[in-house]
């Protein structure tokens, strides 16, 4: 019997009117939106890592807060273990929430510096349930542990830490809960490279440890295929590519792939297909019709520009949405 997926998110939409005004809202109009998600389906499987990659102001953030239920979607599902969480209110979204964390780019923001790091670990968990000061203090000292940090920890300030032991503390705070499902956002962006690396490393062995699902989100494709089992790449609201890292890497179909991959110095000579960097990202207030990325695509043909390009599956592990590369009846030629 094959289990369910651990998150589902089918038809996924999230616009930000521009025009937020009493008015507007009664006039329930077509007004001007930033369309930050567009149509996305994914799923995350048991004890597996989706790598979520793209260029700034693709819309990867919004999908993991969407996917959290942080913010609303505008149309379509997100399905959490089988479960639609939009149908969930008050106590059982909560319930459900304890399941659920985040890991956020930034430990500097992210943690209160007024509050010692025993209160800020422990928020996730006595913002759910009442427990006795004792048992607190227990947990918070596992999830220390589990980050790899002492338990005397919890008595100080974040100011007294590294930027690799804060964002320690984070993980902490998002393991205190016992969740089997964590949106990592950049969470290592900020960090030296070397400490990058540890904390990587202490993500996988978590992951190993608790049977952990991750969606891990960047902008830096070298970190994604380290530690994704699969890697989604989204441009301008949409998927566009989802395949396993190595032939993200190796053999990128997309163009936008290509673009990326060509731009990693590291990586550009292992690639099979290389496109230049070309042109800015196009406003997420007035997408182009049909291929978004037609506008800066050199091999964009008249249908990429009218008939907007479905994501594909086109092996077992594999799928793209490119009219050249699914074989439009319009496109003919080799990429």
Known sequence: MTSLPVLETTGLVK?????????????????????????????????????????????KTTLGLTALMLTKPTKGTVKFKGTNLETLK?????????????????PNSSLDPRMKVKDIVAEPLTS????????????????????????SFMWRYPHEFSGGQRQRIAIARALISEPSFIVLDEPTSSLDVSVQAQILN???????????????????????T????????????????????????????????????????????????????????????????????????PFAKKVCGTVAPKLV???????????????NEEYKGDI
């Open 15 to 59: 616009h930000f009117p521009l025009d937020t005004s009493w008015l507007a809202k009664l006039s329930k109009g077509d007004g001007k939106a930033v369309h930050a998600i567009d149509n996305v389906s994914i799923t995350i499987n048991q004890n597996e890592t989706l790598g979520l990659v793209g260029e700034s102001g693709s819309g």
């Open 90 to 106: 008050g106590a059982e979204l909560r319930k459900i929430r304890r399941e659920m964390q985040v890991v956020f780019q930034d």
């Open 128 to 151: 759910q349930m009442k427990l006795a000061r004792q048992e607190v203090e227990r947990r918070v000292g596992v999830a220390l542990q589990r980050a790899r940090l002492d338990e």
């Open 202 to 224: 202490l993500l996988v062995a978590l992951q190993n440890e608790l049977n952990l699902s991750y969606l891990f989100i960047s902008h830096n494709i070298d970190v994604v």
């Open 226 to 297: 380290y530690i994704s089992d699969r890697v989604a790449v989204m441009y301008l609201g949409e998927i566009v590519e989802i395949a396993d890292p190595q032939q993200i890497v190796q053999d990128p179909l997309h163009p936008y792939t290509q673009m990326l991959i060509a731009s990693v110095p590291s990586l550009r000579d292992m690639a099979k297909r290389k496109v230049e960097a070309t042109g800015e990202t196009p406003s997420a207030i007035s997408p182009p019709s049909g291929c978004r990325f037609h506008t800066r695509c």
């Open 313 to 327: 599956k086109i092996s077992e592990a594999r799928s793209v949405a490119c009219h050249m590369v699914t074989g």
